[in-house]
């Protein structure tokens, strides 16, 4: 939560960042001598070889240099949170991390749809603001040293909570920590593809699985919110599934916790709660269970092998420990 006064000074600096990324984009704040700065060129930077930097005009770094610092270190704090934002929101759906400038109004509505639309992204031209905005800061014997310093904390002065620990491990995370009330962030900060990676034995490297997770998980038509598949693995019955073997741990939905810790929930509880989820969704399997189950390898490399059993199981031959996936990887490779 901001208080009133950090508000304040987000909306300010938001809107002038909003306003001069449009600006930007209808190339008012350029130099004429600058080449068209229309949005086609400036997509892609590999393709900028040739394209001269374009230059600020007059009038706009006076309008710049008219402001006082502590507003100029906001509008970069803003503008590097819109860019973080818009990385986190691309790379939860499209599993590519890009550097994009942010269009504030596409990234709203993406936040509020909890979706992503790449078409919604527009990316502009901000760069040599953000830079020319750093000289004008050095030219007032501001160093580089303390505007880094300054910039992270030009909006949010006394954040709140951020000493709190992690519930279970009791590391300090602050405002890094996940509960059910924002586990939405989740969705960017681990990828469905990495979640896989988080399943027991080889089951990542089984193709058909992977393919029915990433659809239940990305479905646009019944969209699962992260809030409910956090609540739904926390309440699961563990201890009367075949996946007991972490049945004393404790989880709740009114804890926080850190990162690493949300990733051994998904190491404890991401099977048996897909196997569960699985089941409801497409009635229950008549697959039988493969001997091997999640370590067997076929599945890997045989698709016929892979759908006609059920490897959401444990092995009852062979090794019978989950095999740990980067020796498998190894091996596999
Ligand atoms: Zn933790
Ligand atoms: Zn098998």
Same mark, same amino acid.
């Given at each position: 939560?901001?208080?009133?006064? %950090?508000?304040?000074? #987000?909306? +300010?600096?938001?809107?002038?960042?909003?306003?001069?990324?449009?600006?930007?984009?209808?190339?008012?704040?350029?130099?004429?001598?600058?080449?068209?700065?229309?949005?086609? /060129?400036?997509?892609?930077?590999?393709?900028?070889?040739?394209?001269?930097?374009?230059?600020?005009?007059?009038?706009?770094? +006076?309008?710049?240099?008219?402001?006082?610092?502590?507003?100029?270190? =906001? *509008? &970069?704090?803003?503008?590097?949170?819109? $860019?973080?934002?818009?990385?986190?929101?691309?790379? +939860?759906?499209?599993?590519?991390?890009?550097?994009?400038?942010?269009?504030?109004?596409?990234?709203?509505?993406? !936040?509020?749809?909890?979706?992503?639309?790449?078409?919604?992204?527009?990316?502009?031209?901000? %760069?040599?603001?953000?830079?020319? *905005?750093?000289?004008?800061?050095?030219?007032?014997?501001? %160093? #580089?040293?303390?505007?880094?310093?300054?910039?992270?904390?030009?909006?949010?002065?006394?954040?709140?909570?951020? $000493?709190?620990?992690?519930?279970?491990?009791?590391?300090?995370?602050?405002?890094?920590?996940?509960?059910?009330?924002?586990? *939405? &962030?989740?969705?960017? !900060?681990?990828?469905?593809? $990495?979640?896989?990676?988080?399943?027991?034995?080889?089951?990542?490297?089984? +193709?058909?699985?992977?393919?029915?997770?990433?659809?239940?998980?990305?479905?646009?038509?019944?969209?699962?919110?992260?809030?409910?598949?956090?609540?739904?693995?926390?309440?699961?019955?563990?201890?009367?599934?075949? #996946? /007991?073997?972490?049945?004393?741990?404790?989880?709740?939905? /009114?804890?926080?916790?850190? !990162?690493?810790? *949300?990733? /051994? !929930?998904?190491?404890?509880? #991401? &099977?048996?709660?897909?196997?569960?989820?699985?089941?409801?969704?497409?009635?229950?399997?008549?697959? =039988?269970?493969?001997?091997?189950?999640?370590?067997?390898?076929?599945?890997?490399?045989?698709?016929?092998?892979?759908?006609?059993?059920?490897?959401?199981?444990?092995?009852?031959?062979?090794?019978?420990?989950?095999?740990?996936?980067?020796?498998?990887?190894?091996?596999?490779?």
């Amino acid at each position: 939560m901001l208080s009133q006064e %950090e508000t304040l000074r #987000f909306d +300010r600096a938001m809107y002038r960042y909003w306003l001069w990324l449009e600006m930007s984009d209808q190339g008012t704040i350029w130099k004429e001598t600058a080449k068209s700065t229309g949005s086609d /060129d400036e997509d892609d930077d590999d393709n900028d070889d040739d394209e001269p930097e374009p230059v600020l005009c007059d009038s706009f770094l +006076r309008l710049l240099s008219s402001l006082p610092s502590v507003e100029l270190c =906001e *509008i &970069l704090d803003v503008g590097a949170f819109a $860019e973080d934002t818009s990385l986190w929101s691309g790379k +939860r759906s499209t599993a590519v991390s890009f550097v994009a400038n942010a269009d504030p109004a596409a990234l709203a509505i993406s !936040l509020e749809n909890g979706g992503f639309d790449a078409e919604t992204m527009v990316y502009r031209n901000w %760069e040599p603001v953000r830079r020319c *905005i750093k000289d004008v800061l050095q030219s007032r014997q501001v %160093e #580089f040293d303390e505007l880094d310093d300054k910039t992270p904390s030009a909006i949010v002065t006394a954040p709140v909570g951020a $000493e709190d620990k992690c519930s279970r491990c009791e590391s300090v995370g602050g405002l890094s920590l996940l509960g059910v009330n924002n586990m *939405i &962030l989740l969705s960017g !900060l681990l990828p469905v593809h $990495e979640r896989t990676w988080l399943l027991p034995g080889v089951l990542h490297r089984n +193709r058909e699985e992977r393919k029915l997770i990433t659809a239940h998980l990305s479905d646009t038509q019944n969209p699962i919110s992260e809030k409910d598949i956090f609540r739904e693995m926390v309440e699961l019955d563990i201890a009367s599934t075949v #996946f /007991d073997t972490y049945s004393e741990e404790h989880w709740s939905t /009114d804890e926080w916790y850190c !990162l690493a810790c *949300i990733k /051994d !929930l998904y190491r404890q509880r #991401f &099977l048996p709660w897909w196997r569960k989820t699985k089941e409801s969704a497409h009635g229950a399997t008549a697959q =039988e269970d493969c001997w091997y189950g999640y370590n067997c390898r076929t599945m890997t490399h045989k698709n016929a092998h892979a759908l006609k059993l059920n490897h959401l199981c444990k092995p009852t031959r062979g090794d019978q420990t989950s095999l740990d996936p980067a020796v498998v990887n190894a091996v596999l490779m």
